[in-house]
């Protein structure tokens, strides 16, 4: 995997689930950035892992910090598989396969659809890489302790008051 | 622009707002006037901060789904059932073209304005989840007052400050 930590990941644009052009950088607004990449809804791996992320969304909706999702799915498939999962952050669309390669992640086992190889990102706000986590194998994904370690470490990097002033 | 956005239901015109628009029931009678502020000081009694970025002197005529409780019986802004409206609007598969929620005090929730436009604005008004809290009234309001922002990324339920309307505002860079 080419991107990795102290890397500033690109500021790609992308459409939401809703079909609105976004841009990473918009995203982020401020707070520290989960990037996950996904092989497309069909994946029972991809299925297992979004779970997770369901799951870790109960925290993540008071901790300021924000999840993203990527996949080729267009934006009506996305939208659907978002609905049925429960998950409330952002999922981005790239049907034209523009980011696979820019990002080295395309799914070199599938030469049909050539969707986006998993992988997991920690961004800071202005998308410099914490953590890069290639899920190829689903055990290389992070597990949701290691997610709140590098949102502890980048939310300590980033608040001025984390050592609160007394 | 301001870092405060206060909006009020006023019957004119007000001379000092930054952007106003006239607004009609459902039934197209004239029910008065939304107006904005964009200044630090409240600009008149029944004003309630809003996320400045909804202002937009060029934005287009839209539906609003506006949520105004009596100031006697607000809900607090960390009530389940403010959290769970918050939850279902970052769920919603069709974003509004702007949400806000609206502040009289950093505890709180002192209503909602939902903007949305297109053929199925008023159906999706219909259930804007802030309603679940306190009433609704659906109105249209014409051009000249509010814009679109884009939805929020998610799942982030909290204010970035308790004086901040949700779901705007960002914690300061270092």
């Not at chain 2, 436009?117 to 109105?139: E, K, W």
């Amino acid at each position: 995997m080419s991107i990795q930590p102290n890397d500033t990941f690109p500021d790609i644009v992308a459409l939401d689930h809703a079909g609105r052009s976004r841009s990473l950088s918009e995203l982020a607004a401020g707070d520290p950035l989960v990037l996950t990449t996904f092989r497309g809804f069909w994946c029972p791996k991809e299925q297992a892992f979004m779970r997770r992320l369901v799951a870790f969304q109960d925290e993540v909706e008071v901790a300021y910090s924000s999840v993203v999702s990527l996949s080729v799915d267009p934006p009506e498939v996305t939208a659907a598989f978002r609905a049925g999962l429960g998950a409330r952050w952002t999922f981005l669309a790239d049907p034209e396969r523009e980011y696979l390669d820019a990002l080295d992640l395309r799914e070199h086992t599938d030469t049909v659809h050539h969707p986006y190889r998993p992988a997991v990102f920690v961004l800071t706000p202005d998308l410099v890489v914490r953590s890069a986590y290639n899920g190829y194998w689903y055990w290389g994904r992070p597990g949701l302790d290691e997610l709140r370690t590098d949102l502890r470490e980048v939310t300590r990097a980033i608040r001025a008051d984390w050592n609160v002033p007394v | 622009m301001s870092e405060r956005c206060w909006l009020a239901l006023v019957d004119a015109v007000p001379p000092t707002a930054d952007a106003s628009a006239a607004l009609r029931t459902p039934d197209g009678a004239p029910a008065g006037w939304l107006a904005a502020w964009l200044q630090g000081s409240k600009p008149v009694r029944a004003a309630r901060r809003a996320d400045p970025r909804i202002v937009d002197p060029d934005g287009a005529a839209a539906a609003i789904s506006l949520v105004l409780p009596d100031r006697a019986a607000l809900t607090i802004f960390d009530d389940p059932a403010v959290q769970g409206a918050r939850r279902a609007v970052l769920a919603d598969a069709e974003p509004a073209d702007l949400v806000t929620t609206l502040l009289i005090d950093a505890s709180h929730f002192a209503g909602s304005l939902t903007a949305r436009r297109g053929p199925n604005a008023v159906a999706l008004l219909r259930d804007d989840p802030f309603r679940r809290v306190s009433p609704a009234t659906l109105l249209f309001v014409d051009g000249g007052l509010l814009g679109t922002v884009p939805p929020p990324v998610g799942p982030v339920i909290e204010r970035h400050g308790s004086d901040v309307p949700w779901p705007g505002g960002r914690f300061p860079a270092i």
